[in-house]
Every structure is written in structure tokens, then in C-alpha cells.
């Protein structure tokens, strides 16, 4: 057990660390003298201390027995995405949150990392050949829009939206035709190119059609991003405030507890979603440039694991924690700067949130293992009812040396 601590990465370690101690401060900063949510940053330190400690449970864990099983663990992930979307409670317009006693967990959140696992188990099988269109690509696609489609009727767009990128990126490494990647690539930018051109022609009939099936929401949260003269002054005050309060934040910022947007409550959710305008705001350029550049140093360790690894899978699985990773620090900075429409996605390791903590930290003792157990070049245990050729094998060697 402790040489397997030995070989765990150090600088990974600091660096969520260090997210640790910034977003204990910031949610200090963010909750204080209100009544409702004061004590965040305490309750968020007892699920860094949780989240560490799965850390370091599951760096003991062969990741690959993760990957054997991962097919049972997908139908697992389908049945509490069912149960959230027929039992689940609403939070913020979204459905999908599942009570346990005192807290409450969301399944879309867990998702994520089950998607990443399945989807390397499922590559892994193809081992270095091209994957085909209609025998692999497709049904990967299904596997993942599956899921996708649940959480969109959870109401929750970000999370679903990070299903379709880490499917993305696995098919990236995963040995995609390059023709195959061209098509899509043109597939996706007709989609989008064309649907934000009927968006604006057809604003109107769009809107009301959402605001009949409960979805008005939606449309509130790309008008300031596609057409900000059509955005009403309640879609729009999220997004215009938050950029005011970033601008103002200068080089190094207005002071902790200082930010006049952040502190006057201007900027909703300044706890959870927003939390990176308060850091723009409060510590300027230089503490939101501290910030990303721990994400890069993070993400570039992560690769470093994989390309290190001598097992296949582990670089699968690492490219699709990367991929999460990058959605989800893109598109919640990209929201507030006015490149991304704002989907409530929660920035990594330093938003409150007891389940999206607690996945990264598990995303992290996965890497973990990897790093751990990704040097043993053996693919046996990826077989099911191989534990007894296993065995043949070792005592054949012996053998062959006696």
C-alpha cells in the first residue's frame, strides 16, 4: 500500500491543493453575513476532506477492474438517471437531484465519469484499428445520446452537453477515420452555423414555443449570447453584470470581500456558477490568471500519465477526464466573458458543490490509479472468467524458470 502512495503525482496533489485553499477563500468571501448560506466554505472542506480520501481509496483500486465491469456500471448509471428524472428533486429549474437523508446527490453529475469508463471499454476492444462508421461510431454515439436525452429532460443542459464532448474526445484518440472526422466536423459546424441562423430569424416562434413546453428558460440564456437586443433586461442581468464586475476587476483586483458587484449580491450565485467573477473581481487579472494556469499545469500532468502509461485503456480514460475538464472550465468562464451561453455548468474544484467535488476528486484517484497501476502491461483482468488463465500463465512462467 505504500509504495503505491509513493507513486502517486505529486504536483497533482499540490495543485488541487491549492484549488482547495482558493475556494475555501472565495466561498468565505461569497456567503458571508448571509444568513441562508454562510458556513459553505466549512461544508466545503468536509467534502475536500471526503473527496481525499476517495483520492486515495481509489488509487488502491486497479482502475482496470473499473473498465472490466464498466458495461454493468453504464446500465447502473441509466437506472439512477431513470430514477432521477421520475423521483428527482428541483433545484434551480433543474430536475435530477436524489435526496439521502441529509444530502442529496446528482446522477447526471456521476454520469460523466461512468460515460468516460464505458466509452474506453468499449474503444479498448477495437485495439489500434480504424473505427468504422456504422459498427462503431454509431452505436458509440447511441450509447452516449442515450444518456444525453435523460439529462436533457432533467432540464440540465450543461451536464448533457459534456456528455457530447467527452464522446468527442474519446473518439478523437480512439482511432476515428479521418474522413470520417472531416464529415463530422462539417456536420457540426452546418448544425450549429445553421441553427444560431434560424435562431435569430426565428426568435419569436422559438421562444414560444419553449415558453409552452416549461423551457423559456432556455431561450433567456442564449438571447444575451446571440441576440442581445432581443434579451429581455431579467436574461440579460446575470451575464451583463458579470461582465461589468470582471472588467472592474483591473490587474490585481478590488481586495478580498471587496468586489462592489459580487458583495451587493448584482451577481447571482457568486457561491456556485459564478464564483470565477468573483475572483475576476476581487483578485483581477493576475488571481484569475493564477487560476488557469493551475487548470493547465493540472490537464498537462494528466496527459503526461497517459502518455507514460503502457496499458491501453488508461490513456482512454485520461483523454476523457481532459475532455470533462476542459468543457467545464471553458464553457463556465466562456458564459461570463460572452463566448459561451450561460448552462449553470459549475467551475472544477472550486464552485461549492458536495457531488460535482466529489466526482473530480474521484476523476482525480482515477488518474491516480492509473498512474499507479498503468506501468503493468498485462490486459488479462480486461477479460471477464480470464482469472484462471491468469494463473496458468503466471505458473507457467514459474515453471519455465524452475
Known amino acids: 500500500m505504500l509504495q503505491k502512495f509513493k507513486k502517486m503525482d505529486v504536483p497533482i496533489l499540490m495543485i488541487i491543493f491549492m484549488l482547495m485553499i482558493i475556494s475555501i477563500v472565495c466561498l468565505y468571501s461569497a456567503t458571508h453575513g448571509d444568513a441562508k448560506l454562510e458556513g459553505h466554505h466549512i461544508k466545503m472542506l468536509v467534502f475536500y476532506i471526503l473527496g481525499f480520501g476517495a483520492v486515495f481509496a481509489i488509487t488502491l483500486v486497479d482502475y482496470r477492474l473499473l473498465v472490466k465491469y464498466a458495461l454493468y456500471i453504464y446500465f447502473f448509471g441509466l437506472l439512477i ?3 432521477a428524472n421520475f423521483f428527482g428533486g428541483k433545484l434551480n429549474n433543474a430536475t435530477g437531484w436524489i435526496s439521502l437523508g441529509p444530502i442529496s446527490i446528482q446522477p447526471a453529475e456521476l454520469f460523466k465519469l461512468i460515460l468516460v469508463i464505458f466509452l474506453a ?3 479498448i476492444k477495437r485495439g489500434k484499428a480504424k473505427l468504422e462508421f456504422w459498427r462503431d461510431v454509431v452505436p458509440i454515439g447511441l450509447m452516449t445520446f442515450v444518456p444525453f436525452g435523460l439529462v436533457m429532460l432533467q432540464n440540465d443542459l450543461g451536464n448533457a452537453m459534456a456528455y457530447v464532448v467527452i464522446l468527442i474526445g474519446l473518439l478523437w484518440i480512439g482511432n476515428i477515420k479521418a474522413s470520417h472526422a472531416l464529415i463530422g466536423f462539417v456536420i457540426i459546424a452546418v448544425l450549429v452555423g445553421g441553427g444560431i441562423k434560424l435562431y435569430k430569424v426565428y426568435h ?10 416549461g423551457r423559456a428558460h432556455w431561450a433567456e440564456r442564449f438571447d ?9 433586461a431579467k436574461a440579460s442581468w446575470h451575464t451583463d453584470n458579470a461582465k461589468l464586475a470582471i472588467g472592474s476587476g483591473g490587474i490585481t483586483g478590488k481586495g478580498f470581500m471587496e468586489g462592489t458587484s459580487v458583495q451587493s449580491g448584482r451577481v447571482p450565485y457568486t457561491y ?16 484569475s490568471s493564477v487560476v488557469l494556469l493551475l487548470y493547465f499545469i493540472l490537464i498537462h500532468r494528466m496527459i503526461l500519465i497517459a502518455l507514460e502509461s503502457k496499458e491501453r485503456s488508461g490513456p482512454y480514460i485520461i483523454v476523457g477526464i481532459v475532455a470533462m475538464y476542459l468543457y467545464q472550465v ?3 468562464i466562456g458564459a ?3 463566448l459561451m451561453p450561460l448552462t449553470g455548468i459549475t467551475l472544477p474544484f ?7 467535488l466529489l466526482i473530480n476528486m474521484a476523476s482525480i484517484g482515477l488518474i491516480m490509479s492509473i498512474k499507479v497501476h498503468g506501468q503493468e502491461v498485462d490486459d488479462d483482468i480486461l477479460a471477464p472468467g480470464a482469472n484462471g488463465q491468469n494463473k496458468k500463465r503466471m505458473f507457467g512462467r514459474k515453471q519455465a524458470k524452475a
Not at 456556485?272 to 488571481?287: K, N, Q, R, T, W
Open 330 to 332: 471553458f464553457e463556465n
Open 204 to 213: 419569436d416562434n422559438i421562444y414560444d414555443y419553449l415558453d409552452k413546453l
Open 224 to 232: 444575451p449570447w446571440l441576440v442581445p437586443e432581443k434579451a429581455t
Open 272 to 287: 456556485s456558477d459564478s464564483i470565477f467573477v468573483l475572483i475576476a473581481e476581487e483578485f483581477g487579472f493576475v488571481g
Open 350 to 356: 472550486i464552485s461549492y458543490g458536495g457531488t460535482s
Open 81 to 83: 438517471l431513470l430514477a
Open 121 to 123: 471499454s468499449v474503444l
Open 336 to 338: 461570463f466573458i460572452g
